[in-house]
């Protein structure tokens, strides 16, 4: 099973700041994901990520919200102006990248959690 | 569109008894069905997956799942559970072109000593 990392696992901002979450895939991956989890509901598909562009993205996904694969390795989430609702748990996912195609599932990372005061 | 409910929001169970968690879904296309696990304070972890052939799918933790295309289910199923299984279970849906995976809003499984 491949290996996601996340950093920071928590992060506090203000109201109207900006935030970036990082997630960290060990090994080679194909799609890139992001989910939220506000505390108490369901998981909610934000974006997914392939080839340095975005292939499908939620209606919560809007202006306020962008990724990015800057260095190749890194694939980050950069929400502009947070809002109080914005607090959540947000994963990261891939799909391994296995004999040069994709494949059917998702890995999920442990998370970050994102308090906005 | 896919859709997944999830019809038990909690399961209390007593240690060592069976349980089964309740999971249907919506769809006009061909799906793969997933579950995940998660623990408290913790990530989403795969349980595991249906995504063609056998209709009954063995997991990891002596969990398995069936499905059953008829009655657009995926229930899971475990013949013995322990305390340590107590955590928040997402039954999930993605079409078969898998850009997206859609989750249930999940059934939280509490075993009692």
């Known amino acids: 099973e491949p290996e996601v990392t996340q950093t920071p696992s928590h992060q506090v901002t203000q109201m109207g700041q900006e935030v970036i979450l990082r997630c960290v895939p060990i090994?080679?991956?194909?799609?890139f994901y992001w989910y939220r989890q506000i505390l108490g509901q369901k998981v909610e598909f934000l974006v997914s990520f392939y080839n340095n562009e975005i292939s499908e993205k939620s209606e919560i996904f809007d202006d306020q919200f962008s990724v990015e694969r800057p260095d190749g390795s890194n694939f980050t989430l950069k929400i502009r102006s947070t809002k109080l609702e914005d607090s959540a748990m947000y994963f990261c996912?891939?799909?391994?990248?296995?004999?040069?195609?994709?494949?059917?599932?998702?890995?999920f990372g442990p998370g970050t959690r994102l308090t906005v005061l | 569109a896919q859709s997944v409910t999830q019809l038990d929001s909690q399961v209390p169970v007593f240690e060592e008894a069976p349980v089964e968690l309740r999971c249907n879904y919506s769809?006009?296309?061909?799906?793969?069905l997933f579950w995940y696990v998660q623990y408290p304070n913790q990530g989403l972890q795969l349980l595991l997956k249906y995504l063609s052939g056998s209709t009954l799918v063995k997991g990891i933790n002596g969990f398995e799942a069936e499905f059953n295309k008829s009655q657009t289910s995926f229930h899971l199923r475990k013949p013995s559970v322990h305390i340590s299984d107590t955590a928040e279970y997402f039954c999930?849906?993605?079409?078969?072109?898998?850009?997206?995976?859609?989750f249930g809003a999940g059934t939280r499984l509490f075993v009692k000593a």
């Open positions: 999930a849906v993605s079409d078969t072109g898998g850009f997206k995976t859609i």
């Open positions: 090994s080679n991956h194909l799609y």
């Open positions: 996912a891939v799909t391994p990248l296995t004999g040069g195609r994709g494949t059917d599932t998702q890995y």
């Open positions: 769809s006009s296309v061909s799906v793969y």
